[in-house]
T-cell receptor, first 116, second 115 residues
Framework: KAGVTQTPRYLIKTRGQQVTLSCSPI?????VSWYQQTPGQGLQFLFE???????NKGNFPGRFSGRQFSNSRSEMNVSTLELGDSALYLC???????????????FGNGTRLTVT | AQKVTQAQTEISVVEKEDVTLDCVYE???????LFWYKQPPSGELVFLIR??????QNEISGRYSWNFQKSTSSFNFTITASQVVDSAVYFC????????????FGAGTRLTVKP
């Protein structure tokens, strides 16, 4: 079974630009979550999507948005990039059907975004 | 509020030594889940174990073992007879039942196993 696939692996953007990251979950997984990882703040939850609906959102500004398609693939968008957005963005999928199950998250290799 | 503390930033051991990674958590919920993940240099977080708040039974999986103690809010991870391939950053994480996949991760412990 293929794992979680994130594209691209690396991105370099300049301040003020916008960026879209893509995530393909494990086949059959309907929940997709996004995390930001930085040396200073560690791993922080961005949002979670299930059946094309945002189910949960972390404490990030509105410049960070996402969506999920009917095939469970997800995209994350960051507009008006700032230097502080430089990070490793990790996508994770799980087979969770309801909040109470808390199935383990399966992570992709991440997209490393550098903002200059 | 939920919080996870991994006080050990970096640990260095020599191959075949045993090593314990500490994890202390805070939560007001009675139903929660604890996890350990491993992050090798490739960047991908690899799931190791999940425990729910009602299951305090310790677990052993090969060279890995976990000690969950609600009385001290700790979920420690021990690697027995460490190997060079165990070198990675290890994260402890907490998820409260009401928050879905909003997992709170500790800062991580970087383990280096030297030959």
């Amino acid at each position: 079974k293929a794992g979680v696939t994130q594209t691209p692996r690396y991105l370099i953007k300049t301040r003020g630009q916008q960026v879209t990251l893509s995530c393909s979950p494990i086949s059959g997984h309907r929940s997709v979550s996004w995390y930001q990882q930085t040396p200073g703040q560690g791993l922080q939850f961005l949002f979670e999507y299930f059946s094309e609906t945002q189910r949960n959102k972390g404490n990030f500004p509105g410049r960070f948005s996402g969506r999920q398609f009917s095939n469970s693939r997800s995209e994350m968008n960051v507009s008006t990039l700032e230097l502080g957005d430089s990070a490793l963005y990790l996508c994770a999928s799980s087979s969770i059907a309801g909040q109470s199950l808390h199935s383990p998250l399966h992570f992709g290799n991440g997209t490393r975004l550098t903002v200059t | 509020a939920q919080k996870v503390t991994q006080a050990q930033t970096e640990i260095s051991v020599v191959e075949k030594e045993d090593v314990t990674l500490d994890c202390v958590y805070e939560t007001r919920d009675t139903t929660y889940y604890l996890f350990w993940y491993k992050q090798p240099p490739s960047g991908e977080l690899v799931f190791l174990i999940r425990r729910n708040s009602f299951d305090e039974q310790n677990e052993i999986s090969g060279r890995y073992s976990w000690n969950f103690q609600k009385s001290t809010s700790s979920f420690n991870f021990t690697i027995t007879a460490s190997q060079v391939v165990d070198s990675a950053v290890y994260f402890c994480a907490l998820s409260e039942a009401r928050l879905g996949n909003d997992m709170r991760f500790g800062a991580g412990t970087r383990l280096t196993v030297k030959p």
